[in-house]
């Protein structure tokens, strides 16, 4: 079936248009570079599980984020990671312009489908300027995800927010709302005032030529960052030089804030709802724009796509339909035999540890293996567990234990690069006691079998600075218990001792404090009974299926947001 096929069946009704940054449709795909995307790539899974009438939109980023290589020492080294479009979508015919720098940017598109269990698909259309028309540098604003500097993201947020509304119209897509995915996607929301504008029209004191109550019913917005220095902020001048002034400047500056264009405010004013990612994180943006109505959907992950297949049959021959009904697994302590829950386990971990000796090290199927897979950047603090390496030695030539890290650096990000050569030079510290690696390149293929292989993990965010993280969440629907700082979705999902544990107070700011806490912890609870209380080791992994994995999926995201948001 052609495009042109496909998109007559997809403009027949009107749907929501989802903008992302980023989005992560399939391991080959590289068009993310973490939890923004993955998040974005369960949303369209599920609504096309559920059948949701939705469209994504975001980059195709032919080079992807990058691949990442490391060196004995932990110097983290960047190539392109590029995959061609071809291959997997299909190009579509229309084209529109977006000025740029007073110059006309042509902006196509390719459509990728995702397809649901029930046969449902949804649309996703990756913009794209590869396109001969444009001058050379602005054939590859559309290449490199968050490459470049201040300039490129301002021109590929413009290529996303207003490319991506005017590619949709043109496309006949019929719009109900425009659902945006963090501040980067805010821009759409200068292109629909623009379309509200009635110039010629009188206006009176008190009124504006837009029609901003209009697109405020339109609009939504899920902010995800609670941290103010991180929020995409551009000064005026060169937004003014880079996009001209798609509206008047003095609108502008009322939504999008009086001393630079600040892209979370702009989302915050342009749309009629606006949610935080989880309870906790919903409290921190009121915090930090007090006046705004914040809800608090939580996120959720992809029941299909983040079970691994030991996992997956093990629901299959004991919880039938789970993958439509995910709140079917709440019923997994009372109707899967441990001795079940253990071989699958087991299953998973022989993976993952074939996987680590294909990196060098050989690790024991019998040791409590530890996992930590993030973005590597200094609030995540990956490095709390080696505060006291005496310690940590200690705890574990008393209970044997084994650690396995991954995450990449954004190239910019200095500190979180130099975070990767100080976790190498502590694993090397602590090897005599405890087997330890780091996995270079961590991507979906390779998150997917650690948060079912390692049997613990771990998560040290600086509270309250991780808005949902959702790693943990993953490892739940494998019946891999949280050892997680009080912060983000686990304040919600934690049980101390059923469905995991908790470090520190969620309050407390002081790593030292924190790091009392996780080694605490991990000697007089975690430890002990993995070693010694195998079966009620189990219990421990069924109650974070019942208990976690039954509501935090992506499914019970996507009902939320139908019924609070999109139906409205």
């Known amino acids: ?111 990728y489908t995702q397809k649901g269990l029930r046969g449902a698909g949804v649309p996703v259309i990756l913009l794209d300027t590869h396109l001969p028309e444009n001058a050379p540098d602005d054939r590859t604003l559309t290449d490199f995800l968050y490459g470049g500097d201040q300039v490129y993201r301002l021109k590929q947020e413009m290529v996303l927010g207003v490319g991506g509304v005017r590619l949709l119209a043109a496309l006949d897509f019929q719009i109900r709302h425009y659902h945006m995915n963090e501040g980067h996607a805010a821009l759409l929301a200068l292109e629909l005032l623009r379309r509200t504008a009635r110039p010629g029209r009188e206006i009176h004191p008190g009124e504006s030529s837009y029609d901003l109550p209009r697109v405020r019913e339109m609009c939504i917005f899920t902010t995800h960052t609670p941290v103010e220095a991180a929020l995409d902020r551009f000064d005026y001048a060169l937004f003014r030089r880079i996009a001209g002034m798609p509206v008047d400047e003095a609108m502008l500056r009322q939504l999008a804030g009086e001393n630079e264009v ?51 049959r093990l629901y299959d021959e004991h919880l039938p339909g789970w993958q439509c009904q995910p709140e079917r697994l709440a019923h997994a302590e009372y109707r899967i035999p441990a001795d079940a829950v253990r071989r699958a386990h087991a299953d998973a971990k022989a993976e993952l540890l074939a996987e680590i000796a294909g990196q060098g090290p050989r690790f024991d199927p019998s040791r409590l293996t530890i996992g930590f897979a993030r973005r590597m950047t200094g609030y995540k603090r990956p490095d709390l567990l080696f505060f006291d390496l005496d310690r940590l030695r200690e705890i574990a030539r008393r209970h044997p234990l084994q650690l396995v890290f991954a995450g990449k650096a954004h190239p910019r990000d200095a500190p979180g690069r130099s975070l990767i050569q100080a976790l190498h030079r502590s694993l090397a510290a602590v090897g005599p006691d405890i087997a330890a690696v780091y996995l270079p390149n961590y991507d979906l293929r ?51 001792g059923v469905t995991g544990w908790a470090i520190g107070d969620g309050v407390q700011h002081d790593p030292q404090i924190d790091a009392v806490s996780l080694y605490e912890k991990l000697e007089r609870a975690v430890l002990p009974r993995f070693h010694a209380e195998p079966h009620e080791w189990t219990s421990v992994m069924l109650a974070t299926i019942s208990r976690n994995a039954s509501l935090f999926h992506s499914d019970r995201m996507m009902h939320r947001y139908a019924v609070d948001a999109y139906l409205h």
């Open 1 to 111: 079936m052609g495009s042109e096929d496909l998109l007559w069946e997809f403009t027949r009704e009107s749907r929501v248009a989802y903008f992302s940054m980023e989005i992560a449709l399939r391991p080959d795909i590289p068009t993310y570079s973490g939890g923004l995307g993955v998040l974005a790539g369960d949303t369209v899974s599920s609504a096309a599980d559920l059948d949701i009438p939705l469209v994504a939109v975001s980059l195709v980023s032919r080079s992807g984020y990058f691949r990442q290589s490391l060196t004995r020492d932990g110097e983290q080294r960047e190539s392109p990671d590029p995959w061609d479009p071809a291959a997997h979508a299909q190009p579509l015919g229309a084209r529109v312009g977006v000025i740029l720098e007073d110059r006309l940017v042509w902006v196509t598109g390719w459509l």
């Open 262 to 312: 600040n892209l979370t405010r702009l989302g915050l004013n342009v749309a009629e709802y606006v949610n935080g990612v989880a309870e906790r994180h919903a409290q921190t943006t009121r915090r930090m724009f007090p006046g705004f109505t914040v809800a608090a959907i939580a996120n959720g992950v992809h029941p299909r796509t983040w079970t691994c297949s030991a996992f997956a």
């Open 446 to 496: 390779l998150a997917k079998i650690l948060v079912a292989g390692v049997d613990l993990w771990l998560n040290t965010p600086q509270p309250p600075l991780e808005a949902s993280g959702t790693s943990g969440m993953k490892a739940a629907f494998n019946g891999v218990p949280s050892l997680s700082v009080l912060d983000g979705w686990w304040l919600e999902g934690h049980v101390e």
